[in-house]
């Protein structure tokens, strides 16, 4: 399976400090991305890192990857409550039917106490 | 927002009960793919359309079927629903000549079976 993991499953930090979250993925990506879910709601897309790319900035948002290890973190710095959320990294298939297709791992849910 | 709508927002419905979800994509989307997650899991992938052929499913039996129609709009059916159907079920839209395969997802649909 191509599914990716996240790692931890859970999280519960303080308003102010960071959040790492990372992703693991068994196969060849050309892209890596990452989602939030508020509360079984729908995904928002956060950032697209491509496989040619080793680090992206959005915001507070910071991704790193390392295909040789077929991983990747999400780091979002200084957290409010309103990250409080699920977050999942997803991988989309390259090749065959459904191309394009995301595969996701079970997530993170991040908890932020004020 | 991501400009993709579903509907309903909730349903509740019987065991051995029909129900058809609806989707509109985000315009000039030529893609609709659609996903279901349970609780606690990442979403799962159950088929994708593109222009109006069935692109590919996943592991999801024939009583999961769907449409979609020549504006972009999607429909996902569902036959002889099963207690395991209860799931948050989400359409995403994309634009499948590009090589980002990014997806935008609408808010989903909570199905409840009973």
């Known amino acids: 399976s191509q599914q990716g993991e996240e790692d931890p499953q859970a999280l519960s930090i303080q308003e102010g400090e960071n959040a790492t979250m990372n992703c693991s993925y068994k196969?060849?990506?050309?892209?890596l991305q990452w989602y939030r879910q508020n509360s079984g709601r729908g995904l928002v897309h956060l950032i697209l890192i491509r496989s040619n790319e080793r680090e992206k900035h959005s915001g507070r948002l910071r991704v790193t990857l390392d295909t040789s290890k077929k991983s990747s973190s999400l780091l979002i710095t200084a957290s409010r409550a309103a990250d409080t959320a699920s977050y999942f990294c997803?991988?989309?298939?390259?090749?065959?039917?459904?191309?394009?297709?995301?595969?996701f791992g079970r997530g993170t849910q991040l908890t932020v106490w004020p | 927002e991501t400009g993709v709508t579903q509907s309903p927002t909730h349903l509740i419905k019987t065991r051995g009960q029909q129900v058809t979800l609806r989707c509109s994509s985000q315009?000039?989307?030529?893609?609709v793919s659609w996903y279901q997650q349970a609780l606690g899991q990442g979403p799962q992938f159950i088929f994708q359309?593109?222009?109006?052929?069935?692109?590919g499913r996943g592991n999801f039996p024939p009583r999961f079927s769907g449409l979609q129609f020549p504006n972009y709009s999607s429909e996902l059916n569902v036959n002889a629903l099963e207690l395991d159907d209860s799931a948050l079920y989400l359409c995403?839209?994309?634009?499948?000549?590009?090589?980002?395969?990014?997806?935008?997802f609408g808010p989903g649909t909570r199905l409840t079976v009973t």
């Open positions: 315009s000039g989307h030529n893609t």
């Open positions: 359309y593109y222009r109006e052929e069935e692109n």
């Open positions: 997803a991988t989309p298939r390259l090749r065959g039917s459904t191309l394009g297709r995301l595969y």
């Open positions: 196969t060849s990506i050309n892209n």
């Open positions: 995403a839209s994309s634009w499948t000549s590009g090589s980002s395969y990014e997806q935008y």
